[in-house]
């Protein structure tokens, strides 16, 4: 089979889950040495007995523990906030509401509304200063700051990317790009470029202000889409999935690894070479000459950076050459990783550590890719104890946890430390609207159950791992599922991990399940807070779209209005 087909195909159907997975669960003579590890670990009663240590059991459930510390005015408020939460009609068109209250009353009188309402509730402030009190009383709960300065211009999906690429002859200045085998020429937005830059100096803002606020134990939170054009990512993605879908036709027999014999038989199919460019090839993919290929070492090759060199090398042309980016675009590219190499070096110096977002589907591929560079430069073991950079990982995709697990392996190989933050997932909507109007299966699990069930197996994986090979992986529990939590915590206990254990992070986003994360700090959990923060007009369509994209979660929040209903009779009642 060759790689010439008429038309690239755009729907990007998920490829087979299992081929990378059994690489890496599966033990075998002929695994690398590099996957020792992640093999089961003895969890015996005898084995538990010779360690033994007991950790009280939080409630959640204690209304003291998660509003104790809260002023009688906070806590109405909260009541407040979360009853109108609960009106769905208000939670799904609040960004009309809030146009409409602008115009009817003014930006000043919605904006101070919103100030004293919603924002106080779900944001910490305006600034690094305005944030000090929560700072202050979050830390006397023993609870530590996620800083995310929450103002950030992502891509329009509807509109594919807002305006900041221009088709040719639509007018104004930009970078042109023309990619080989015939693809659509492109102009890429100058401003969009100056935008990027501007961001940098924001989120260098950010990092210090962790610095300020919290000294050590601080992270910052960023997104990819705020550093490079949208349109860029998803074209680098475009890449990362057409090379996967190569080594999955080279991988004919599906274990997750390919001989040399194989390699050369399916690469001489495909592309046009000799012998000595072949051998070096073949070096490059194995260079402790095994005699066995996966497909960490196949796409640590095939990068969207070096792409063109073997497309232009293709027998014909087909998916992989018609995602060749142009040399304007591989600049571009390269300029996206220089401004996120500029904001690792910029946390590396102030101590703070950097939780990347999850993002759209269609982008994440090539996040994870810039990532990983960030990864094994700032996580590198000869140089740091400990991890700087973050990865995310949604759970409601069916692809986790295989993807996971492979970036699990990429660490042990390249020996940097791994650190991931592990959400469900807040997309959900978006990613089925997308799949069903591009035609191709849906990304996100089929049920909620099968969320849950992905979401406590990767954070068992997660601390088996640890467990077992000791230092070297860091993991955020970021949920507000209480069910989650006591599983993790559960696990710890068997497992003998401390609560103080800094390998093990739980958080939670301001100004929602309290009830978790002020428990969490109560028993010596390492326990954080995600805190958006920026002027009120800048953090409010933020705070719009979490409120939509987790409209389910607010919508039954019957529980923490439970809680807070209690702490109030309580105090009436002088308890």
């Keep these: 089979m060759t790689l010439g087909v008429s038309a690239r195909n755009t729907t990007r159907p998920p490829l087979r889950s299992s081929t990378v997975q059994r690489s890496i669960l599966t033990s075998s003579s002929r695994a690398a040495p590099h996957t020792a590890g992640l093999t ?33 005015s906070s806590i109405l408020r909260a009541l407040a906030v979360f009853q109108i939460c609960r009106i769905r009609f208000l939670v799904k068109n609040a960004d009309t509401l ?3 209250s602008s115009k009817v009353f003014g930006t000043t009188i919605t904006n101070r509304i919103m100030k004293h309402t919603f924002f106080r509730h779900f944001c910490a402030g305006e600034d690094s200063v305005g944030m000090m009190p929560v700072i202050d009383m979050l830390k006397k709960n023993n609870i530590y700051p996620i800083l995310d300065y929450a103002a950030e211009n992502e891509a329009d999906d509807d509109n594919n990317s807002q305006g900041i690429l221009s088709s040719i002859g639509e007018g104004g200045e930009g970078i042109f790009s023309q990619p080989p085998f015939n693809q659509p020429a492109r102009t890429y937005d100058y401003k969009s470029e100056l935008d990027c830059d501007d961001h940098v100096e924001i989120f ?114 087909g998916p992989l050459a018609l995602v ?15 401004r996120l190499h500029t904001l690792a070096e910029e ?88 799949a069903k109007q591009m035609n191709y299966p849906s990304p996100i699990h089929d049920t909620a159950m099968d969320t849950h069930k992905c979401y406590d197996q990767c954070i068992e994986i997660l601390l088996r791992h640890r467990y077992q090979n000791g230092p070297g992986l860091e993991v955020m529990i970021a949920t507000h599922n209480k069910q989650s939590i006591e599983k993790a915590v559960e696990l710890m206990n068997e497992l003998n991990f401390n609560p103080s254990d800094g390998c093990i ?24 807070k995600y805190l958006p923060y920026g002027q009120v007009h800048e953090v409010m369509p933020y705070l719009l779209r979490r409120a939509q994209e987790n409209g389910d979660m607010l919508g039954n929040s019957g529980s923490e209005i439970s809680l807070l209903q209690k702490e109030l009779k309580n105090r009436f009642l002088g308890k």
């Design 204 to 317: 260098k803002s950010c990092i210090r202000s962790v610095q300020d606020v919290s000294h050590t134990n601080g992270f910052a939170a960023l997104k990819v889409t705020a550093l490079g054009n949208p349109e860029l990512l998803e074209r680098m993605s475009d890449v990362i999935v057409e090379v996967k879908r190569l080594f999955a036709k080279f991988d004919e027999k599906n274990c997750g690894f390919i001989t040399r014999a194989e390699f050369i038989k399916c690469y001489e199919t495909n592309f046009v070479t000799d012998d000595d460019n072949l051998e070096e090839v073949i070096e490059t993919l194995d260079p402790n000459n095994t005699g066995m290929i996966d497909y960490i070492a196949f796409a640590k090759m095939f990068t969207p950076y070096e792409l063109p060199m073997y497309t232009q090398k293709c027998r014909d042309i």
């Design 505 to 528: 992070h739980f958080a939670q986003l301001y100004g929602m399940s309290d009830n978790l994360t002020f428990t969490l700090g109560k028993h010596g959990y390492n326990a954080f």
């Design 98 to 100: 809030l146009n409409i």
């Design 40 to 72: 089961e670990v003895d969890t015996s009663d005898e084995f538990k007995a010779m360690n033994p240590i007991s950790l009280s059991k939080p409630d959640f459930d204690d209304p003291r523990s998660a509003h104790g510390s809260k002023s009688t």
């Design 347 to 434: 946390a590396e110096k102030c101590g703070t550590k950097l939780l990347i977002d999850a993002e759209h589907m269609k982008y994440q591929p090539a996040i994870d890719s810039l990532v990983l560079e960030l990864q094994q430069k700032f996580n590198n073991k000869e140089t740091t104890k400990r991890p700087v950079i973050f990865n995310t990982y949604q759970c409601y995709l069916k692809d986790m946890p295989e993807r996971m697990l492979t970036d699990l392996k990429r660490a042990e190989r390249f020996s940097f430390h791994f650190a991931a933050k592990l959400v469900r997932g807040a997309y959900m909507v978006h990613e089925r609207k997308r």
């Design 324 to 338: 060749t980016p142009s040399n304007e675009e591989i600049a571009l590219m390269k300029k996206m990783s220089e």
